[in-house]
Nanobody, 118 residues
Framework: QVQLVESGGGLVQPGGSLRLSCAASGSIFSINAMGWYRQGPGKERELVAR???????DYADSVKGRFTISRDNVKNMVYLQMNSLKPEDTDVYYCNVLRLVQSGEASWGQGTQVTVSS
């Protein structure tokens, strides 16, 4: 079982930046691909960025070129650097283990709220 705690969200103006952090407990972290997801009211949860255990990354088209996912396998941390933020990026952001999400076994933390507004 892995426990995840997201942090770093907040209120930012359009064009601004935020860096989200995800602290993971559990020995499975370093061998698993991780993802950052987001979900707003009435919307399905969306995978916005993912990173393999060896650092290969992939992004949703909506955030490509603006967001950067990274990980530190020593500290059991995953990060999401978000630049050039847009109002449509406003959501609650979550991290999780990709294979657990895909298998339906994932449990979710509280996430961190990102609000982009002037």
């Amino acid at each position: 079982q892995v426990q995840l705690v997201e942090s770093g969200g907040g209120l930012v103006q359009p064009g601004g930046s935020l860096r989200l952090s995800c602290a993971a407990s559990g020995s499975i972290f370093s061998i698993n691909a991780m993802g950052w997801y987001r979900q707003g009211p009435g919307k399905e949860r969306e995978l916005v960025a993912r990173i393999s255990s060896i650092g290969i990354t992939d992004y949703a088209d909506s955030v490509k070129g603006r967001f950067t996912i990274s990980r530190d396998n020593v500290k059991n941390m995953v990060y999401l650097q978000m630049n050039s933020l847009k109002p449509e990026d406003t959501d609650v952001y979550y991290c999780n283990v990709l294979r657990l999400v895909q298998s339906g076994e994932a449990s979710w933390g509280q996430g961190t709220q990102v609000t982009v507004s002037s």
